[in-house]
């Protein structure tokens, strides 16, 4: 089920209560983005090894210490990447030449949307990890933190994300733009399930931060 | 060429998976596997030998992604990874055929990523060119999930002459990744005249089986399947596949059976899967090919046929007689043209015409542009139309789909230009009965016409099924028997030469009054003597009421369906759309936009335009954006009140005329910078510069440098807005404001985007950061009263 207050976040309203005419046009994006995009998601389970302020999942080496903190004390983590689709992209688009209004009600919904998705897709992960013992810590995803976002290349290339039609720019970029690609760490903690993501993220200023 | 002589006689095998095996050899994740090639080809010359013994009649080279993108930064160079795999493929071929294998690049082609269509035709083409230097026989483009690369890759290998054989990658629906269907892919691909067809990888045979029926039922051409061996999964960090040879060859038989011609296999298989199928299928005899004598057009999304029910074609992007529109284009504005379409399709459309003809316009730049930019925010099939020969090439070149080409006639010279052209890049042409002697005045003048036209283009290669007769509707105010010439003429070309007609249909009404009344009664009586398309103004209730009574009543619409579905929902509308009398600075306050245009119209009859404009509009406008700024109002009521603004604005421009309109108006360039994709902060601010009368100049996104200086140069810009969504991209802000001081230091910048502080800003070396649209709305407004 897709957050709906998420939506209203996205769109500026700070938690007071929206019009009639923006939850009409949220409830009518979010029927026509459901209707038409088909989500997919990949992911594959490596062993995560530490050196120093560097983190390997697999073969897949990263230079950040953010990420080596989000991930201490996780023995595997799963490479999970998360895509709306071109459909999405082809909508937004669509609604940006239509009508600007109903363009940033598509715009948050789809990126709401994404994030439901994202969860639904990740149960299959959390199944697996529970079968042994394992819990699931939130996705970190390349641009948070120290964690630069130019390692989507090789983080597209071992998942072979092309299966699932998602690509990047030349500038790291994420195509189609509804997507996710995220690091999620597997551990036997269980307190550590959740940590709010605007807690570990340094603009401060951010007009989207969760209080 | 031994083999492909046997097409059709015998069942052809491909090879089976390659990544899989060089795995088993120790490939690690994301390691390229074509480098091996050139450092170990020894076990490359081992699997093919393998699949040769299993039986396999063609091997695939070694070349999936030997194209320069994916190697860039190998180190090595697409020509001599392909010189190496052709060779040691066609070392171990013993009598196979070797096909040079092309897989997608990776990237995303514009306008969803940033490549464009023209720069994959010329990777796709570098590798397509060795492949056959070096000694292929045939090129095969597979696992391709984008119709648009596809057809990229399809026009670089045909550019061999080598055979070429395309296969696609489906979901289990039948569905590409990029939301085509398997009509519109299949449309696509025998327009450009491939030799062979199929689907390939994404899942196993049993999946791909329940596809056959559907795919067989749209294509003329052999069809392959090549699927992998059952569905992937993870176990222990490497991948498994569920299906076993023997499992594999017995579904790969009954897909045999279906129809399909040429089999072999993709991930996860291996010569023991290859092996199996040849042993149970190669006695099988091919199923002869059924030609489908279907007339089709498609869009990236869906195909369209001919012929179930009469096709509309809206005719709204056309700028003879509309001066809007003859205004948006000669001002480059894409936006009007792009809403025009977005409108017809809601209206109910179902292929669009695209003109964009005008005298001192570039027809061959701007109408690849319009039907590109089109493709973008409209998924239905397109009629490109246009009588210049070299802008018809563009359009349909860079076109997604199959085309709808409007049009040929029967002069020669009209002939010898549209035929290659579609025979090239596929198309359906619409034919309009007139030769070197004029319109024939009988309708047995223009039926030799489209005779001629029908004769010819079987000369080009091109069959009956894809071209439309037009006969020609002549205004009946010039001669009475025009409208019935037409029609027999029609009905003659329909039942004696038997192909598709369409008709322009409004010019039968030409210079009379009330035209409509003509229109919709001419368009009912076409339809009954056989219609199969129509040129038509999809706004007009008139004719779309006719046509959908026509279609329930001529048994066409089942159960009346279509035309319960559309006047009950009119009725059920009908009382909210009647908002009543409010005034425009209410409309504005409520975003009402057809609130808005009543009220602009009813004001227009007492009030000066300006005038409406100073004390009502802006106002009114002044009004919503205090409320937003002093968050009373949020976002989307901001937008909707803008919106509703912009409806009346367009109404009382379209009184003050072309010049008054145009007049000094302050303009200010907009873009997302280079390398960044995410422009809504961008378009949100565009709707309210425009809403208080600036002339916004929108680059779009991912827009270098040298564009933003150049555009400034040329128009004398002295205001820059620029966006960027990431921090990475930031980067080429600052490059960009770097490059204006430089070139333009008079110009100022502002600058807004989500990563973007005031600090930031200044650092980079902006005159303003906007936090929100508003903002920018103010600075502007400073600005240009300073000046």
């Keep these: ?211 | 060429m031994r083999i492909l002589e046997d097409l059709g006689k015998r069942l052809l095998f491909f090879d089976g998976g390659m990544g899989t095996l060089l795995q088993e050899n120790g490939l690690g994740p994301g390691e390229l596997p074509e480098l091996w090639n050139l450092s170990r080809p020894e076990i490359i010359f081992d699997i093919h030998s393998r699949y040769r013994r299993a039986g396999a009649d063609i091997l695939k080279t070694n070349t999936f992604g030997a194209n320069a993108i994916k190697l860039h930064g190998s180190g090595r160079s697409a020509e001599e990874i392909i010189f190496a795999a052709v060779e040691i493929a066609k070392k171990a071929a013993d009598g196979a055929l070797v096909a040079m294998d092309i897989g997608p690049t990776g990237k995303l082609l514009k306008p969803l990523g940033d490549l464009a269509f023209e720069d994959a035709v010329s990777v796709f083409s570098e590798a397509a060119e060795v492949g056959k230097k070096a000694g292929a026989d045939i090129i095969l483009i597979e696992t391709m999930s984008d119709t648009y690369e596809c057809k990229a890759a399809v026009l670089a290998a045909k550019q061999t002459g080598l055979p070429v054989f395309a296969t696609m990658v489906a979901d289990e629906q039948g569905k590409l990744l990029t939301g085509g269907d398997l009509p519109a892919a299949v449309a696509l691909l025998e327009g450009l005249k491939v030799d062979a067809l199929g689907l390939n990888c994404g899942f196993g045979p049993e999946q791909m089986k329940r596809l056959v029926p559907q795919l067989l039922d749209c294509c003329s051409l052999p069809v392959i399947l090549n699927p992998n061996a059952g569905l992937p999964r993870s176990e222990g960090g490497k991948t498994i596949f569920d299906v076993n040879p023997q499992d594999f060859s017995a579904a790969m038989e009954e897909i045999a059976r279906d129809g399909a011609w040429i089999l072999g296999g993709c991930c996860g298989t291996t010569p023991d899967y290859i092996a199996a199928l040849v042993k149970r299928c190669a006695k099988i005899p091919p199923k002869p090919l059924q030609k489908k004598n279907r007339t089709v057009v498609s869009s990236f999304a869906k195909a369209m046929a001919f012929g179930e029910k009469p096709v509309l074609i809206g005719e709204r992007i056309n700028p003879t007689g509309k001066p809007k529109l003859k205004q948006a284009l000669r001002g480059g504005d894409m936006d009007y043209l792009l809403r025009e379409g977005i409108t017809q399709q809601q209206k109910g459309a179902h292929i669009l015409d695209v003109n964009v003809g005008l005298p001192e316009i570039d027809e061959p730049s701007l109408l690849p542009r319009a039907v590109s930019e089109i493709q973008s925010v409209v998924d239905l099939p397109l009629q490109i139309d246009t009588s210049d020969p070299r802008a018809m090439e563009a359009a349909m070149r860079i076109y997604n789909g199959k085309p709808l080409i409007n049009s040929v006639n029967g002069k020669k010279e009209s002939m010898e230009a549209v035929f290659p052209l579609v025979k090239k890049y596929g198309g359906a042409v619409i034919a309009l009965t007139l030769d070197e002697n004029g319109i024939p005045e009988t309708a047995q003048g223009r039926y030799k016409i489209a005779e001629k036209i029908v004769k010819t283009a079987a000369e080009y290669g091109i069959e009956k099924k894809d071209i439309l007769v037009d006969t020609l509707a002549m205004t009946i105010s010039a001669g009475q028997e025009n409208a019935a010439v037409t029609l027999e003429a029609l009905r003659m070309v329909r039942e004696k030469l038997g192909v598709f007609t369409s008709l322009g249909v409004s010019n039968i009404s030409f210079g009379l009054p009330h035209r409509e009344h003509i229109n919709a009664v001419f368009f009912t009586m076409a339809l009954q003597n056989g219609l199969d398309a129509a040129i038509v103004n999809p706004n007009s209730d008139e004719m779309m009421n006719a046509y959908f009574a026509y279609c329930a009543l001529s048994g066409k619409d089942e159960k009346c369906m279509a035309y319960i579905t559309r006047y009950s929902e009119q009725k059920a509308a009908a009382p909210a759309s009647v908002q009543g009398e409010i005034t425009l600075s209410e409309a504005v306050a409520g975003g009402l936009k057809e609130s808005a245009r009543a009220a602009a119209n009813s004001l227009l009859k007492t009030t000066e335009p300006l005038e409406i404009i100073n004390t009502e509009l802006i106002p009114a406008l002044d009004r919503v954006g205090r409320d937003f700024e002093q968050g009373v109002l949020f976002l989307p009521q901001l937008l909707m009140s803008a919106e509703a603004a912009k409806t009346a604005f367009e109404e009382i421009r379209a009184s003050m005329g072309q010049e008054a309109s145009r007049s000094k108006k302050e303009k200010i360039i907009l873009a997302t910078v280079k390398g960044d994709i995410h422009d809504i902060g961008k378009n949100i601010v565009k709707v309210l510069l425009e809403n208080y009368g600036y002339d916004v100049i929108d680059l779009g996104k991912d827009v270098p440098p040298e564009t933003v200086v150049g555009a400034a140069q040329k128009d004398g810009v002295k205001l820059v807005g620029l966006s960027a969504l990431m921090t990475t991209t930031v980067a080429n802000m600052a490059d960009t404001i770097r490059l204006l001081r430089e070139k333009l230091p008079a110009c100022r910048v502002m600058v807004g985007g989500a990563v973007l502080t005031p600090e930031y800003a200044k650092q980079i070396g902006a005159d303003f950061y906007g936090k929100d649209a508003m903002a920018s709305v103010h600075y502007a407004q400073e600005l240009f009263k300073a000046n």
């Design chain 1, 1 to 211: 089920m897709t957050d709906r207050n998420e939506i209203l976040r996205y769109l500026g309203f700070r938690g007071k209560p929206a019009d009639e005419r923006t939850l009409q046009a949220i409830e009518s994006c979010l029927a026509e983005l459901e209707q038409a995009v088909t989500p997919r998601s990949m992911h594959r389970v490596f062993p995560v090894t530490f050196s120093g302020g560097a983190v390997a999942i697999g073969g897949f080496a990263v230079e950040s210490a953010d990420l080596a903190k989000h991930l201490s004390g996780c023995g595997e983590a799963a490479l999970f990447a998360a895509t709306l689709g071109a459909r999405a992209d082809f909508l937004l688009e669509r609604a940006a030449k239509a009508d600007m209004s109903r363009a940033v009600v598509m715009q948050a919904c789809a990126a709401a949307l994404t994030e439901s998705v994202c969860d639904e897709f990740q149960q299959e992960i959390a199944e697996e990890a529970a079968k042994r013992g394992l819990y699931l810590r939130p996705r970190y995803s390349p641009g948070y933190g120290d964690f630069p976002i130019r390692y989507q290349r090789d983080f597209l290339k071992i998942l072979e994300c092309r299966k699932i039609g998602l690509s990047m720019t030349e500038n790291c970029m994420l195509v189609p733009t509804k997507s996710v690609t995220a690091v999620i760490g597997l551990t036997k903690e269980k307190t550590s399930c959740h940590i709010a993501k605007c807690m570990e993220c340094r603009s401060a200023d951010c007009p989207f931060r969760k209080e």
